[in-house]
């Protein structure tokens, strides 16, 4: 019952540092997202893909690249990490690409960037 | 496209007592609309959602939610609160025509003994 998995849980970067988040999920859903939650803001959607070999940018996609390795693989990549960037990160998953499936959650990973 | 708004930032309640959290969307059309609420150091969790039908949803943990397209509103309830129910709650809307889920900013609700 793993569902969806994050990888970190926490992490410190240095400004100008890169990173790769891993999402990784077991319930064969075809739809993966990439949010960052700050506070007093909600989610915000990241990047997306909607089935496998696809992705599309989402609300704040700047300085951030994504790659949906298979159908079970989903990361989040940032190049030259920014102190503006210091956020939870959650990755989620759906059966389809439609918005009125629900979504599941990881954990988050929480990031921070000095 | 489509919005959200919880007007409530934080919210005390004694346990024991209702809970009332409001939240109010915007979309043209029927819209798909979701509670999920976040523990502390954890993801979020879908406690119930609506799609159609019934206007009064049931959710997990004893929580409900009523749709009124007239106030464009989908609050959330639980008639007596546990010291657990101590998290963060995001309402959110979505369309079948759109990958997007539009998250509220959130209402934190602390329990006091």
């Known amino acids: 019952n793993a569902g969806v998995t994050q990888t970190p849980k926490f992490q410190v970067l240095k400004t100008g540092q890169s990173m790769t988040l891993q999402c990784a999920q077991d319930?064969?859903?075809?739809?993966m997202y990439w949010y960052r939650q700050d506070p007093g803001m909600g989610l915000r959607l990241i990047y997306y893909?909607?089935?496998?070999?696809?992705?599309d940018k989402g609300e704040v996609p700047n300085g951030y690249n994504v790659s949906r390795l298979n159908k079970r693989e989903f990361s989040l990549r940032l190049e030259s990490a920014a102190p503006s960037q210091t956020s939870v990160y959650f990755c989620?998953?759906?059966?389809?690409?439609?918005?009125?499936?629900?979504?599941?959650f990881g954990d988050g990973t929480r990031l921070s960037i000095l | 496209a489509q919005s959200v708004t919880q007007p409530d930032i934080h919210i005390t309640v004694s346990e024991g007592a209702s809970l009332e959290l409001r939240c109010n969307y915007s979309?043209?059309?029927?819209?798909?609309l979701f509670w999920y609420v976040q523990s502390p150091g954890q993801g979020l969790q879908l406690l119930l959602k609506?799609?159609?039908?019934?206007?009064l949803v049931q959710g997990i943990k004893g929580f409900e939610a009523e749709f009124k397209r007239s106030q464009s509103s989908f609050n959330l309830r639980k008639p007596s609160v546990h010291w657990s129910d101590a998290a963060e709650y995001f309402c959110?809307?979505?369309?079948?025509?759109?990958?997007?889920?539009?998250f509220g900013a959130g209402t934190t609700v602390t329990v006091r003994a």
């Open positions: 989620a998953s759906s059966p389809k690409g439609v918005s009125n499936q629900p979504q599941h």
């Open positions: 319930m064969n859903h075809n739809s």
């Open positions: 893909s909607a089935s496998e070999g696809t992705t």
């Open positions: 979309y043209g059309a029927t819209p798909y």
């Open positions: 609506y799609f159609s039908g019934d206007t």
């Open positions: 959110a809307v979505g369309a079948s025509n759109d990958y997007k889920l539009s």
